[in-house]
T-cell receptor, first 114, second 111 residues
Framework: GAVVSQHPSWVICKSGTSVKIECRSL??????MFWYRQFPKQSLMLMAT?????????EQGVEKDKFLINHASLTLSTLTVTSAHPEDSSFYIC??????????FGPGTRLTVL | DAKTTQPPSMDCAEGRAANLPCNHS???????VYWYRQIHSQGPQYIIH???NNETNEMASLIITEDRKSSTLILPHATLRDTAVYYC????????????FGGGTRLMVKP
């Protein structure tokens, strides 16, 4: 149990385009979902926290207009990277939890912006 | 959340027990100890968590000292597939409480 999926697993896009990443909890209801970013040889850094039906809470330094997060249902959250640039290239990982319980992570999405 | 301290790297022989230490001397009474691991280019995998008592599941055992200031994750029979970065994190079990990842311990299991 406690499976979280992400789609796509990797994406390559041109600079200036937008990319949407989906995060799904497959066998439990995710009242809270988290989005992390990981650069090479670094640890995970939290970008934002979203509760179902509410606006996401962004960490300091993360541009909310650039990284649009939607958590419209208890099983789906999306992260849209708008007007992507090469510096946005990274490994994006979501996690999900139910009412503060253990967080389970997705497999990650590797974004490369050319 | 309380900060944790872990050795940056460890080696372990295949088939032997891997004992990964973690110090969390400022842990609060309502903070749990969580362990995750991240295999290269994958999302973190939940291993185990505990509050006061020792815990065991199919993956590992978690030993928490009586004063709760440190803990040890034990992989009883390490395999090459256990090579990963292991993160020890303490957190309150609150709905919005995120995980704060430190540097973790890079465990290398060698044949």
């Amino acid at each position: 149990g406690a499976v979280v999926s992400q789609h796509p697993s990797w994406v390559i896009c041109k600079s200036g385009t937008s990319v949407k990443i989906e995060c799904r909890s497959l066998d439990f209801q995710a009242t809270t979902m988290f989005w992390y970013r990981q650069f090479p040889k670094q640890s995970l850094m939290l970008m934002a926290t979203s509760n179902e039906g509410s606006k996401a809470t962004y960490e300091q330094g993360v541009e909310k207009d650039k990284f649009l997060i939607n958590h419209a249902s208890l099983t789906l959250s999306t992260l849209t990277v708008t007007s992507a640039h090469p510096e946005d290239s990274s490994f994006y990982i979501c996690s999900a939890s139910y009412l503060g319980d253990t967080q389970y992570f997705g497999p990650g999405t590797r974004l490369t912006v050319l | 959340d309380a900060k944790t301290t872990q050795p940056p790297s460890m080696d372990c022989a295949e088939g032997r027990a891997a004992n990964l230490p973690c110090n969390h001397s400022t842990i609060s009474g309502n903070e749990y100890v969580y362990w995750y691991r991240q295999i290269h280019s994958q999302g973190p995998q939940y291993i185990i968590h505990g509050l006061k008592n020792n815990e065991t599941n199919e993956m590992a055992s978690l030993i928490i000292t009586e004063d709760r200031k440190s803990s040890t994750l034990i992989l009883p029979h390490a395999t090459l597939r256990d090579t990963a970065v292991y993160y020890c994190i303490v957190r309150v079990r609150d709905a919005g409480n995120m995980l704060t990842f430190g540097g973790g311990t890079r465990l290398m299991v060698k044949p």
